[in-house]
């Protein structure tokens, strides 16, 4: 059977984003990571390699120091406890089916992510959005809230989470997660926050936001190789959430034992010194965000969202792309096309109306030359 | 708060095991990597790497060609269709999650790995174990399905799904699956075998087996770096175990959307070809397990589980080793301390009365070199 197998494409896999273009993609601008990380993949790159002097668990491995790193990366977010998970989505998840009911409400923002749709629908739990604000802003207002939790009470339904996108993928919006937890708190419900898109970019202290759970992405704001998150908690959720075994005493149920052995952990660590440096320098990031939306609103983009921007990731309407598509021969594949020429890529090919970038963690000579290629590709086609 | 935070410890991470020492950890040789998935991690080890050219789901990205790969691996396997998991133990969780029911029976062999009843846990399932014969062989007979699923049909109890462990972790045993999956089908009951020590290191062909859905593990036989696993299943469960959310049409709810993005599944594929070529090889190195027996059992090593070992992961009753530990002022470290020194590890510190080996994948001067070594130990302590 395996005959008709051509194998050679298996033979000499190759990446040109990152080396050979910079690469504007949201979603990638906070995984990628730094020389001491892949020198780290290199020493543990083998299967179980963290695993040499396990005594039965991954978060209590202490060579290498996961163990001390989880304690670490608590201090670092604020909250009691931490564990490595495969992602944000799956933290979620865990929190989800552990601390609710099948059946339960969550009431969540209507920019969350799909994937706490996804894991609410594997949870089997039902939900109730609160409703952005609509074009342009899709702002979500906290107070929000309130309502949502009040018309579900009246409804006699069980809630059993409230749950916020800090930073949303769509428009970047960081909403007021301080306000929120508040809102959780003082109607007595547990409140999980979706870092994905802010811890690791960003300063972001758990408890002063009252947050009762962060699920944080490695591979997508950590400067870490995915698959790999973080779930941190505060202690008094710790029984439920890290509830054992039955019959395997040392083994966590919601992390099926053990999660990410293996490369990805060892990223995220020796990404560590890294990120924690990183979130000082958010003021920096935010000034090249913004200044990306002013020079580029001047030539016909417009920045939705709300404005200014308090995230890298940003979203515009670009009538002035879809302008030129309309008579370039390339249609749409022009703007892709033309940034490839000039060394950037990570913009979704063939997307006219809308683009989604992030500058994060470029240099300010690489944002003004990004900057100054869009400009003379929109001015020369 | 990051002030109390020593981060010199994540500044270098190093292992060496394996770059320094032959290790003989049975968990550990099926996931040592090639060169060529190094240099593949290499490239793709930022965090969404694998997601540049991504039209909505990770199992039909086409660049790196893991659309193609999949298919391959099925063709591989024998089976139908296959999705990336982050390991054997997630893809058991969503067997179990999304054909079984909340109270029903799993029935599975007494050698089940520890992940077997955690998942079974987390879904929320009951089980009925088949008991091995106890020592030494702790065999498995397929027979025992019968009488099982018998006794809970007689109790009126509902199954949802049949179990075996293709090789166990504890013995090594070598268990046949077509008999268990010929039991399975004539009861119509959904056949699920854990390829977790099997699949990547000996030829395994589902259907041949009566499989309906095969777990398996990249980090633990398939020469991958984890955390990655593989799911494949028969086209008639793809309805139940791919179906796609309600919300976001394109997304598997069992999968959460997308499971391990970056380094572990490119280094997944750059082994393919590796393990397809090792698997042909599957004679050569039950030899060489064969001759580590002959050899060790002739210094008072007793192996346990069936013999002659079909497998290579071998359990050892060690004695000899314990006598020494009795009067060895290192105690039970003995031997630890004395591989270390010829360049061996991966036996389990401190441990004398029974150790766990393997010496799959290595050269046969390796194993003479193993075996000349533990015998000079136990010659001269």
Same mark, same amino acid.
């Given at each position: 059977m395996t005959e008709n197998i051509n194998f050679d494409k298996y033979k000499n896999i190759k990446r040109h984003m990152g080396r050979e273009l910079i690469d504007l993609n949201p979603i990638q601008r906070g995984g990628i990571i730094?020389?001491? @990380?892949?020198? *780290?993949?290199?020493?543990? /790159?083998?299967?179980y390699s963290v695993c040499d002097y396990c005594g039965g668990r991954l978060d209590k491995v202490e060579t290498p120091p996961i163990c001390e790193f989880l304690n670490d990366m608590s201090k670092f977010l604020n909250m009691d406890i931490s564990r490595p998970t495969h992602g *944000?989505?799956? @933290?979620?998840f865990i929190v989800m089916h552990s601390i609710c009911n099948e059946g339960d409400y969550v009431v969540l923002d209507e920019n969350a992510h799909y994937t706490s749709y996804v894991a609410m629908e594997r &949870?089997? %739990?039902?939900? &109730?959005?609160v409703k952005n604000e609509g074009y342009p802003t899709y702002r979500i207002n906290p107070?929000?809230?309130k309502e949502v939790i009040d018309k579900l009470e009246d409804e006699g339904k069980n809630i059993g989470l409230i749950l916020l996108t800090h930073v949303d993928g769509d428009y970047g919006n960081l909403t007021d997660a301080k306000k929120v937890g508040k809102i959780a708190k003082d109607r007595g419900y547990p409140f999980l926050l979706? /870092? *994905?898109y802010s811890v690791g970019r960003m300063p972001v202290k758990g408890k002063k936001l009252n947050a009762d759970f962060l699920a944080c992405s490695g591979h997508k704001s950590m400067a870490a190789s995915g698959p790999i998150g973080i779930l941190s908690i505060r202690d008094e959720f710790a029984d439920k959430v890290l509830r054992t075994s039955k019959t395997h005493p040392v083994k966590e149920i919601e992390m099926l034992g053990c999660t990410s052995r293996g &490369? #990805?952990?060892? @990223? %995220?660590? *020796? @990404?560590? #010194?890294h990120i924690v440096e990183r979130v000082n320098h958010w003021d920096e990031e935010i000034k090249k965000t913004r200044f990306v939306v002013h020079e580029l609103e001047e030539i016909g983009f417009n920045q939705i969202g709300i404005k200014p921007k308090e995230h890298d990731l940003i979203k515009f309407e670009t009538p002035v792309l879809d302008e030129i598509a309309q008579k370039d021969k390339r249609r749409g594949y022009f703007f892709y096309d033309e %940034?490839?020429?000039?060394?950037?890529?990570?913009?979704?090919?063939? !997307? !006219?109306k809308e683009i989604k970038m992030s500058v994060y963690g470029l240099t300010w000579e690489q944002v003004e030359y990004v900057v100054d290629s869009i400009k003379e590709i929109v001015e020369n086609c």
């Open positions: 730094p020389v001491e @990380s892949k020198k *780290a993949i290199y020493e543990y /790159c083998d299967g *944000a989505r799956e @933290s979620k &949870a089997k %739990l039902n939900y &109730a959005e107070e929000g809230y979706n /870092c *994905a &490369a #990805p952990i060892v @990223s %995220l660590m *020796a @990404s560590f #010194p %940034l490839k020429k000039r060394g950037i890529g990570g913009i979704r090919r063939g !997307t !006219t």
